[in-house]
């Protein structure tokens, strides 16, 4: 299985470094540096069976923010631009990428032998109505805010797009990538049923394009034969199961009526240890497991109290409880970034357990005699029951009394969405990329949406100088010096992040593992006979 | 007889308008909504969201949403589904098909394992028959299907080393991977149906067996076949078809939680999804459907008991 190195030199010259300046040729079909590395002994046909527990509500890469829908779209859709694992966006639609000085205008050079899967060629007119069209917020895309800093979108030529920021924008090319900058002929949304139709055909360029989505049941994806990388994909066909439960992929696995899953709980994969004929990757992620402090809320508005809760908690116990050692306990990144974008823990403020400081700083809140905090968690997150216990524990020691709230996950969102957070877990992820982890998180409004009521002007201040500053070295300062400060003042504490765990029939060969967790390794992978 | 329909047939109807109606509010007052669904943690753009909230309608008052609906309904249109944008219709009937054919299969399975052993432990009440069916019952009986379901599951795949198809296939796509797959759920819905089915039985047979007209053949020296075949069978089917309508029902209720357990793509879990997702126009067509269907299974049991029983024609 091929785990992600994350190369620091790559990592540091960011998202801009060497492409900025040279351009990337590529010999026509050959098979590019993504999606994993090329197989020399790959060979083609087959049909692969993937079991999900998780159903994509829709295909539409436009309109629908939601992990389970991207995990699979990125086979049908592409960007750009790829979210390389090293943390650097790579050019995928396009060639290359040209950054003018004052880092305001990007010159795209699209490659030229792009079919979509209704069978007309791409050209720059779809690029400009892809984009127009998602960056429109009228049209409802939960991605609009992302594309906020394109001023306008021209084209020079057929294979040309030039795109106009208002304001420097580092993370630009990764906002081009596959969550929400996938690519579709002009006029898509134009007839009335359109999104309609993106559940029963769909008309990117990717490897596979649908065969059949059958809710509750099952999607058929099917190899697109004129995919532009020749040669590639290897897999006839690709079928996703949805399967009701963490447990139901685990009986699947085990019967080999399914060739390859992820699962979701990553301690499960202790039960498929001793199967045979079973390979089990494992890989760091860029998701995280965390608590959220609302700064608006009752005791948090305390800065100390917030401090005080992050002195009391001991990740490590917390994470042992609830996914056994199949983590990596973050510090204020996520696990796929550390190497990349993380400060280390030991240079950071309120990680390691310190009772005595935590309750001196509660008495100093006027909290001696302590107090009863509601803290809220989500049903159908397996992971918070155990932390919630743990953490009830943990904070009991200094004199906080936990009265832990289930919720339903759309009565969350509902909170989360009007930033009335309280005290909550959280579970999201992200793209490798600093600007899209922190900024709408935890910018203030209008900018950004500071989920947490954190109202930090000097976070604020390094979060817009790390969009705007494209110097990889200077980028990596503002980002740490933003870290300290949200371990000093914490509006929020990353828990953990779990391991991505892919397990695979033996029969699966050169699948690799993507740190976003989506399926992106499908289109690399084959089947020996 | 037709005066007494027609009243059956209004009522029904004022159950289905207010049965939609009530449905239609209570999701409406669960926070969240499918635009939330759609924009997760990636929300907290206005715009974005107010472009949305206004494509599904929902910025509009309750009142008028609740009216554009029941007129598209009355014009046989349920609207298309919020998530895939797929006719609702279309979704509906097609989970609807397989709801009913693990119903019928459940309710043949139910009755045909539950009616004989439940007249066999009437006749011989207080007998060894009478304590095996009676032991069984109250295991099955007392058993959650969703516990059963696991224990099948968990059995079949770690002693038989079998498993069901990962993906639900229809009878007319392959039958022997539909018969695999519907095997455990309606084993386990079965289970229960067949041991409610057993004391049914074994109570309406204990009750006709202690009428007069039962000794009276047996002291005339009728031989059992007929005793039994004639006499008791022909009293004691009325009030089984009956029962019939009431099983069909709970099991119509009971595959919510069996599809969802077997990964069956059928009404119930259909409509689970569609309250996850707050998809309001899967829901309600899916609730009209089941409530349609329920109403019209009692319907139907009231006609069949008029066939068999000459009694309440005329009533």
Known sequence: ?529 | MLGALAGRLGAAMATAVLSTAAVFLLIRAVPGDVVGEMLGQSAGDRAAEGALRAFFGLDRPLWQQYIGWAGDVLRGDLGESWRQGMPVAGIVGEAFLVTLQIGLVTLVVSLLVGVPLGIVAGVRRGRWPDLVVEAFSLVALSAPVFWTGMVLLIATSTWLGWSPPLIYARPGENLSDNLESIALPVLALGLLQAAAYAQFARQQTAIVMRQDFIRAAIARGLPARVVYGRHLLRNVAIPLVTFAGVILVQILGGVVVVETLFAIPGLGRTLLAAIQARDYPVLQGALLVAVLIALLVNLLVDLLYATIDPRVRGA
């Open chain 1, 1 to 529: 299985m091929w785990t992600p190195s994350i190369c620091r030199r790559a990592a540091l010259l960011g998202t801009t470094g060497l492409l900025a300046t040279h351009g990337m040729p590529l010999a026509q079909g050959a098979a590019l540096d993504i999606y994993g590395p090329a197989d020399p002994q790959a060979r083609r046909g087959g049909t692969l069976t993937v079991a999900i527990a998780n159903e994509p509500p829709n295909l539409d890469p436009f309109h629908q923010a939601g992990d389970a829908r991207t995990a699979v779209t990125v086979l049908m859709y592409q960007g750009l631009m790829y979210e390389h694992p090293s943390g650097e966006a790579r050019p995928l639609l396009a060639e290359s990428m040209q950054i003018s000085p004052d880092g305001l205008t990007y010159t795209f050079r699209l490659r030229r032998n792009v079919t979509f899967h209704t069978g007309q060629a791409m050209t720059s007119a779809d690029v400009k109505y892809s984009y127009d069209y998602i960056r429109d917020a009228g049209n409802g895309s939960p991605g609009a805010a992302d594309f906020g800093t394109i001023a306008d979108i021209t084209t020079l030529d057929d294979h040309t797009v030039v795109i106009r920021l208002s304001r420097p924008n580092a993370s630009l090319p990764m906002t081009l990538t596959n969550r929400f900058g996938s690519v579709v002929p002009r006029d898509t949304f134009a007839a009335a049923n359109a999104r309609a139709r993106l559940s029963q055909q769909s008309v990117g360029t990717g490897p596979f394009r649908l065969a059949e989505f059958r809710p509750q049941s099952h999607i058929r994806m099917a190899r697109f034969p004129e995919y532009w990388e020749a040669g590639q994909p290897h897999l006839d066909a690709i079928l996703f199961s949805v399967q009701p439960n963490a447990a139901s992929l685990v009986q699947a696995l085990r019967n080999r009526r399914a060739d390859i899953a992820q699962l979701p709980r990553p301690q499960d994969a202790e039960q498929l240890r001793d199967v045979p004929g079973l390979n089990i990757g494992t890989a760091p992620s860029l998701r995280q497991n965390s608590l959220d402090l609302d700064g608006n809320f009752a005791q948090l508005r305390d800065v100390r109290v917030r401090q005080a809760i992050a002195l009391a908690i001991d990740k490590q116990a917390v994470m042992q409880a609830s996914i056994g050692g199949h983590g990596t306990v973050l510090g204020t990144t996520v696990a796929a970034m550390q190497d990349s974008w993380g400060a280390p823990l030991n240079e950071l403020a309120t990680q390691r357990p310190n009772l005595d400081r935590a309750r001196a700083l509660l008495a100093e809140a006027g909290h001696a005699g302590g107090f009863a905090l509601d803290l809220v968690s989500i049903i159908g997150f397996e992971w918070m029951d155990p932390a919630a216990v743990t953490i009830a524990q943990q904070l009991q020691r200094v004199g906080i009394r936990l009265n832990i709230q289930r919720v339903e996950l759309g009565v969350w969102l509902n909170a989360f969405r009007t930033r009335n957070m309280r005290f909550t877990f959280n579970d999201w992820g992200t793209q490798p990329d600093p600007h899209i982890l922190y900024y709408r998180h935890f910018r203030s409004p209008p900018q950004g949406a500071d989920f947490r009521n954190w109202a930090n002007a000097d976070a604020d201040r390094l979060l817009d100088q790390g969009m705007e500053t494209s110097d990889p070295a200077a980028r990596k300062r503002i980002y740490l010096d933003l870290q300290k400060l949200m371990s000093e003042t914490v509006p929020t504490i990353m828990l953990f992040s779990p391991n991505l765990v892919t397990v695979t029939q033996s029969r699966v060969r050169n699948y690799a593992q993507h740190p976003t967790g989506w399926w992106f390794g499908l289109a690399r992978a084959w089947i020996a006979a």
